[in-house]
């Protein structure tokens, strides 16, 4: 009883917080919109970015033969005219392998051939469209810490999938290990990409032929359950207050707040309970 009606004076007071917390509300929503927006606007701009760049030579005959090895269309490959040595998986409806005329210069054809299977492995995996729906659940998310720890597990996860794919396939990580060393690049947003993210873990994974496991932060998950509890305290509190319009609310709202202006200016009437009032007259 104790606990139950400690609960009740807290619901009471979340009251008196009423516009504090319609503010929060309101600024944590338009800080999602804003981040999930930004999010897609960069993705995109990215992806339209590499397939402006397009080159009209003609396929470089080692790369010719790595895609009829494995069995790879034209359409799944695009060669673009950048000096940088780059290899992305881009695209959500039809995903393709984005790789610069600089990477495949720089490359020996085995080394080619061990980013094309890695790539090939996001490819087949859809991995840009599952990557930019976590990007924007982590953004939608960003009050709870675990979420962008979640998410920064799974790039490293599908970069360690597509890393052991192309081993089992060359029998050897000799190859992806000399092109990932050429082919050092900033990783972009949400794409995927032969990039140095995570390139000492890749490393140690790759030498152990092992697959990644999730390992979550145990500080970041209390916090995050902790901030999730007080948001839905929160929210549920809200409704309470924030006087919808339905005809029983706003009636028993008014009865209500008669009844504490009359505990108010009558000391001798035995104190109501507020919301226990407010359930009686709803029934
Ligand atoms: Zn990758």
């Not at 009251?15 to 804003?34: N, Y």
């Not at 780059?86 to 085995?110: F, K, M, N």
């Not at 396939?169 to 995927?192: F, R, V």
């Not at 902790?226 to 709202?253: H, K, Y």
Request: with cysteine; hydrophobic share 50%.
């Amino acid at each position: 009883m104790g606990f139950i009606s400690f609960c009740s004076t807290a619901i009471d007071q979340l009251t008196l917080l009423q516009f504090p917390l319609q503010v929060i509300w309101k600024g944590l929503v338009l800080i999602i919109v804003l981040k999930a927006t930004a999010t897609l606007i960069k993705t995109f701009q990215t992806h339209r970015r590499l397939v402006a760049q397009r080159s009209y030579q003609p396929l470089a005959s080692k790369l010719l033969s790595v895609m009829s090895k494995h069995h790879l269309s034209p359409k799944q490959i695009l060669v673009v005219d950048n000096p940088q040595v780059l290899a992305y998986t881009s695209g959500w409806q039809h995903p393709q392998v984005i790789i610069s005329q600089a990477l495949i210069d720089q490359l020996t054809c085995q080394e080619l051939e061990a980013v094309i299977l890695h790539e090939k492995h996001h490819l087949e995996h859809h991995h840009p469209r599952l990557l930019l729906a976590n990007q924007l659940l982590s953004d939608i998310l960003f009050f709870l810490p675990v979420f962008g720890d979640l998410f920064h597990q799974l790039k490293l996860f599908f970069e360690n999938q597509a890393d052991l794919a192309c081993i089992n396939h060359q029998q050897t990580d000799l190859y992806l290990k000399s092109a990932l060393a050429k082919a050092i690049q900033p990783q972009s947003l949400a794409l995927p990409a032969l990039a140095a993210a995570f390139l000492d873990q890749r490393i140690q994974l790759m030498t152990l032929r092992r697959t990644f496991v999730y390992a979550v932060s145990k500080t970041k998950l209390v916090w995050s359950v902790g901030i999730m509890i007080l948001l839905i305290t929160s929210f549920t509190a809200i409704p309470a207050v924030a006087l919808p319009s339905s005809p029983e609310t706003t009636a028993s709202t008014v009865i209500n707040r008669n009844c504490r202006d009359l505990q108010l200016f009558s000391p001798l009437k035995p104190v109501i309970p507020s919301h226990n009032m407010t359930i009686s007259m709803i029934k």
